[in-house]
């Protein structure tokens, strides 16, 4: 989860466009890890360094790998390391951003070094991301007033972890707003009631992203044509994503907590009270999780 | 296990839900698969059909999944009825247990676990 809001950070501090990010998204599958990137993030290199390095290897027929052993700036356990390290998400992001041009080697490495930095994530922690690091970064975009921030808190976090399980991970949360998305298609509502009740809303702004969203939870390769399927494949996931959510809080907190069967509607669901609206931007388009405040 | 005896009644709200079991199932090779979109339709197509294995949602429109079962085992208290929710919480299991259920699917259902819970029951 952690190059999801890695993305979200990149926006934020502008060093990225929307448009370059879900390219970089989109280029990540089919990016191999580069030996630079991977050392400047486990801080073994610099950026300066990695330089000089594809400069040598420009003039000599040598692996990078190689030649940064020769200069003494890697160790050879330190090399082993980094070529045993897994396509790691983020970083896959970050390396699809620097080949686009989109960002240097340099804002890469300030950039994966504050942001590590600002959220005491470290090396081991970032492959096996967990719960409360998400709900400490989901509470850092959003502003509940409630006193139940901590149920939202927990909710987009179930919801973030089902995205990436169900729908796929090439995507990146944007900042939180408190209305509603300008344009809608198709809204699919559920509501959750007891102790703590909300509205759970997953809006789409076009017939094409709600289509590529029902396709990818389905998998049964649905057409324009057919839209009861794709209704009920949204319905399915906000209702596996809010029954898991309700299994969690009882088992977590003992609160019971009940839904009503999922709907869907032409227009927003308006609910009383404020909202909170939670953009996805996934390569396919943008959607958006609405929950009452 | 055969299943060619075998009849199955889906009690489901989502069509997509009701598709996935019966493509799996048909697979499987069991007679009869009939559907209810409702706890309400549940009833009456169990009343109706007789079949060997209901498979049973609980938050649908009209009448609840527990509500449903409480009236088919009320009709026939040998009914086999599967609760398949995604909601699993212990207290809702309780009380569809309490109601008749034989057992229970989390959704999302994968194939080998409905053959497993048809193996127990059946």
Do not use: W
């Not at chain 1, 630079?36 to 290199?45: N, R």
């Not at chain 1, 809303?201 to 289509?211: G, H, K, P, Q, T």
């Not at chain 2, 498979?55 to 398949?84: L, N, S, Y």
């Not at chain 2, 919480?89 to 247990?97: P, R, V």
């Amino acid at each position: 989860m952690f190059a999801q809001f890695f993305g979200n950070y990149l926006l934020n501090k502008q060093l990225v466009t929307p448009e370059q990010l879900i390219t970089g998204i989109q280029a990540k599958n089919e990016t191999r890890l580069k030996l630079g990137v991977l050392a400047i993030s486990a801080g073994y290199m610099s950026a300066a360094q990695v330089e000089e390095i594809h400069e040598r290897q420009m003039l000599e027929d040598k692996r990078i790998g190689d030649i940064a052993v020769e200069l003494g700036y890697l160790t050879k356990e330190q090399l082993e390391e980094l070529l045993d390290t897994q396509k790691v998400g983020y970083l896959l992001l970050g390396q699809a951003l620097v080949d686009k041009g989109y960002l240097t080697n340099g804002q890469f490495e300030a950039a994966i070094s504050d942001y590590k930095h600002q959220y005491q994530i470290d090396e081991t922690e970032s492959e096996s991301f967990d719960d409360e690091k998400a709900e400490e970064l989901i509470r850092s975009m959003c502003d509940f007033s409630s006193e139940d921030a901590m149920m939202y808190t927990k909710y987009l976090v179930l919801v973030m972890k089902n995205l990436i399980r169900f729908i796929g991970d090439d995507f990146t949360p944007l900042k939180p707003t408190r209305m509603y998305p300008l344009e809608i298609y198709k809204d699919v509502y559920q509501k959750i009631n007891g102790s703590f009740t909300t509205d759970t809303n997953i809006v789409f702004e076009s017939a094409d992203s709600m289509l590529a969203f029902a396709n990818r939870f389905s998998g049964e390769g649905l057409g324009a044509t057919d839209g009861e399927y794709i209704d009920a494949a949204v319905c399915d996931f906000l209702n596996i994503n809010n029954g898991l959510y309700t299994v969690n809080v009882s088992n977590e907190i003992n609160m019971e907590l009940r839904l009503t069967p999922p709907e869907v509607f032409d227009d927003i669901h308006d609910t009383k009270g404020s909202v909170m609206t939670f953009p996805v931007a996934y390569t396919f388009g943008t959607i958006y999780i609405t929950l009452s405040e | 296990m055969v299943l060619s005896n075998v009849t199955v009644l889906i009690c489901d709200d989502s069509i997509l839900s009701r598709k996935k079991m019966k493509d799996f199932l048909k697979v499987c090779g069991v007679k009869e698969i009939f559907e209810a979109v409702d706890g309400q339709a549940a009833v009456d197509e169990y009343k109706d059909k007789k079949p060997t294995v209901v498979f049973m949602d609980i938050v649908m429109p009209k009448k609840d999944g527990i509500q449903a079962v409480k009236e088919i085992v009320e009709f026939d208290p040998e009914a086999k009825i599967v609760m398949a929710s995604s909601v699993g919480t212990q207290s809702l299991l309780k009380d569809a247990l309490k109601a008749g259920a034989k057992d229970f699917l989390q959704k999302p259902i994968n194939d080998d676990s409905i053959l497993q819970v048809l193996g127990r029951i059946l």
